[in-house]
């Protein structure tokens, strides 16, 4: 996780100390995964414990589509409730 450019921003912008935007990352990470959707909370359970070198581009793509799917699902399950 290390390796965002989020937690450089978090640094150098706001100036707060490494272990601080690390923490900070994590707890946003946490947040996302109790209250987002499946399957988006796995995509993001995933991004956070992958390795820092990974392509965190095509990471994020993939934990957006994931979330406007398991949205959309969520949004379409309340709205059109007997479209299912």
């Known amino acids: 996780m290390g390796g965002w450019h989020l937690r450089k921003n978090l640094v150098e912008r706001l100036g707060l100390a490494e272990d601080r935007a690390e923490a ?6 946490a947040y996302l995964q109790e209250h987002l959707p499946e399957p ?6 995933d991004l956070a414990s992958s390795p820092k070198d990974t392509d965190v581009t095509e990471r994020t793509k993939k934990v957006t589509t994931a979330t406007v799917a398991a949205t959309t699902a969520a949004v379409n399950a309340v709205v059109l409730p007997g479209a299912r």
């Open 40 to 45: 988006a909370a796995t995509m993001i359970a």
């Open 24 to 29: 900070a990352i994590q707890e946003v990470l």
